[in-house]
């Protein structure tokens, strides 16, 4: 098999309602845009049908389907990862295998790269999401601006076009609990965004639930900043002289007025308050802790079971 011009990855987690119309859509729309092209699909751990469909559709594409089947569950993000590593494209497309992001709109993102951008951004014009996940979102993105200094109308979407430069930088990388489309801007030399649809999910519920958001934002906060950590040197700076007056007035008071009894629930009550963002500062620290951890464990990021590509089936193990 030849290099072909475009890659588009997609990550599947248990989709099987669909993944058929997926892959109908995203055929008609790539083989109008007449370029060569490859669909690899990672399957990350999927324990419905979907891992069927997808050997079936390789099967009747052998020239154009390429499976790498994960060996459990690694989440999106590494599962675009796993297909990052494997990609042969010039101009890599990533994309959902919900149909939220319409296959249609792939076309708009390669002329973008065909006009000199090394990776495109794009936002959803009209979000098709409950209102909790668009306002989450808003306020996640726009606390990602002010800390990273990463520039993103809808970090959220992943319907993007990357160059191969990109991809090849993201893949050196190495890191494991990322955001690609941060690292993917991180790296980008002449990116754009563009406009492009969004559709709800055609079948099943989004995998994310509210425990997954938070964590997926720490790992933006902290992969991509240091500003939560500063905010709480100074934080503690700031408590830290607050308390050195609070102490002096009380001292002068004392030797003025005599020893207080009243308030007594007032400084519980600051106490508390001061006990409460202490521990929170501490678990912003266990969040670096934690990832440095991670990275000097040096396991592998994802396993992969096997790849599955006309030509040989080849069985991997991690990824370094
Ligand atoms: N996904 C995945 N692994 C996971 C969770 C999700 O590969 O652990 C895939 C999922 O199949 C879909 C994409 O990532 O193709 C986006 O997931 P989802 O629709 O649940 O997220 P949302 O659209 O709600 O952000
Ligand atoms: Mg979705």
């Given at each position: 098999?030849g290099?072909?011009?475009?890659s588009?990855?997609?990550?599947?987690?248990?989709?099987?309602?669909?993944?058929?119309?997926?892959?109908?859509?995203?055929?008609?729309?790539l083989?109008?845009?007449d370029?060569?092209?490859?669909?690899?699909?990672?399957?990350?751990?999927?324990n419905?049908?979907?891992?069927?469909l997808?050997?079936?559709?390789?099967k009747?594409?052998?020239?154009t389907?390429r499976?790498?089947d994960?060996n459990?569950?690694?989440?999106?993000h590494?599962?675009?990862?796993?297909?990052f590593?494997?990609?042969?494209g010039?101009?890599?497309?990533?994309?959902?295998?919900?149909?939220?992001?319409?296959?249609?709109?792939?076309?708009k993102?390669?002329?973008?790269?065909?006009?000199?951008h090394?990776?495109?951004?794009?936002y959803?014009?009209?979000?098709?999401?409950?209102?909790?996940?668009?306002?989450?979102?808003?306020?996640?993105?726009?606390?990602?601006?002010l800390?990273?200094?990463?520039?993103?109308?809808?970090?959220?979407?992943?319907?993007?076009?990357?160059r191969?430069?990109?991809v090849?930088?993201?893949?050196?990388?190495?890191?494991?609990?990322?955001?690609?489309?941060?690292?993917?801007m991180?790296y980008?030399?002449?990116?754009?965004?563009?406009?492009?649809?969004?559709?709800?999910?055609l079948?099943?519920?989004?995998?994310?639930?509210?425990?997954?958001l938070?964590r997926?934002?720490?790992?933006?906060?902290?992969?991509?900043?240091?500003?939560?950590?500063q905010l709480?040197?100074?934080?503690?700076m700031?408590?830290?002289?607050?308390?050195?007056?609070?102490?002096?007035?009380?001292?002068i008071?004392r030797?003025?007025?005599?020893?207080?009894?009243e308030?007594v629930?007032?400084l519980?009550a600051?106490?508390?308050?001061?006990?409460?963002?202490?521990?929170?500062?501490?678990?912003?620290?266990?969040?670096?802790?934690?990832?440095?951890?991670?990275?000097?464990?040096?396991?592998?990021?994802?396993?992969?079971?096997?790849?599955i590509?006309?030509?040989?089936?080849?069985?991997?193990?991690?990824?370094?």
């Amino acid at each position: 098999m030849g290099r072909p011009l475009l890659s588009i990855a997609i990550p599947v987690y248990n989709e099987d309602g669909n993944l058929e119309t997926l892959f109908t859509r995203l055929k008609t729309v790539l083989d109008d845009i007449d370029k060569s092209y490859e669909i690899i699909f990672t399957n990350d751990g999927s324990n419905d049908n979907s891992l069927t469909l997808l050997r079936h559709f390789q099967k009747c594409n052998p020239g154009t389907v390429r499976i790498i089947d994960l060996n459990g569950n690694f989440g999106q993000h590494m599962a675009v990862m796993a297909a990052f590593e494997q990609v042969r494209g010039e101009i890599i497309v990533t994309l959902d295998a919900d149909l939220q992001n319409p296959p249609e709109e792939i076309p708009k993102l390669i002329s973008a790269i065909e006009k000199g951008h090394d990776l495109v951004g794009s936002y959803r014009k009209r979000r098709e999401d409950n209102l909790f996940r668009c306002i989450a979102s808003r306020l996640f993105n726009f606390l990602r601006d002010l800390a990273t200094g990463i520039h993103m109308r809808d970090q959220g979407c992943m319907l993007r076009a990357y160059r191969r430069r990109i991809v090849d930088i993201i893949v050196a990388s190495g890191e494991r609990s990322t955001f690609i489309p941060a690292l993917a801007m991180s790296y980008a030399t002449n990116p754009v965004e563009v406009e492009v649809d969004h559709e709800a999910r055609l079948t099943g519920k989004s995998r994310y639930r509210i425990y997954d958001l938070i964590r997926l934002n720490f790992d933006i906060m902290t992969g991509f900043s240091m500003a939560p950590l500063q905010l709480v040197t100074m934080f503690g700076m700031l408590v830290a002289s607050g308390s050195l007056l609070f102490v002096v007035y009380l001292f002068i008071r004392r030797l003025i007025i005599g020893p207080e009894a009243e308030g007594v629930f007032t400084l519980f009550a600051i106490l508390y308050l001061l006990i409460g963002i202490g521990i929170f500062c501490l678990g912003v620290i266990g969040e670096y802790i934690g990832r440095i951890y991670q990275e000097v464990r040096h396991r592998p990021r994802f396993v992969i079971r096997e790849v599955i590509e006309t030509g040989c089936t080849a069985t991997e193990n991690g990824d370094e």
